[in-house]
Nanobody, 119 residues
Framework: VQLQASGGGLVQAGGSLRLSCVASGRIFRINVMGWYRQAPGKQRELVAR???????NYADSVKGRFTISRDNAQNTVYLQMNSLKPEDTAVYYC??????????????WGQGTQVTVSS
């Protein structure tokens, strides 16, 4: 199973970016897809996640600015980031909890994509 993230880049404060992440490989069922981020010198933190039935969770710091969505048919998760702030600068990691067989779910991580917001 691989998670391939894309869409990061450099943007000015107040701008927008859209991240995408595609899961591929031996996948039986995807329970959760989401995004985490890690800024220099800080721990990795949850940004947003969405379950297979569409329930979402957001970090308080991004509520009202970021929107997570999911295309179950394409095994893809998106993160629309609006009104970006310099403090959103971080490496963003795609995450998924999925079944690759009938036994138990495992956690998978993408390679990370850099988001830099200039002031």
């Amino acid at each position: 199973v691989q998670l391939q993230a894309s869409g990061g880049g450099l943007v000015q404060a107040g701008g927008s970016l859209r991240l995408s992440c595609v899961a591929s490989g031996r996948i039986f069922r995807i329970n959760v897809m989401g995004w985490y981020r890690q800024a220099p010198g800080k721990q990795r933190e949850l940004v947003a996640r969405v379950t297979s039935d569409g329930n979402t969770n957001y970090a308080d710091s991004v509520k009202g600015r970021f929107t997570i969505s999911r295309d179950n048919a394409q095994n893809t998760v998106y993160l629309q980031m609006n009104s970006l702030k310099p403090e959103d600068t971080a490496v963003y990691y795609c995450n998924s909890i999925l079944f690759s067989d009938f036994t138990r779910p495992d956690v998978y991580w993408g390679q990370g994509t850099q988001v830099t917001v200039s002031s």
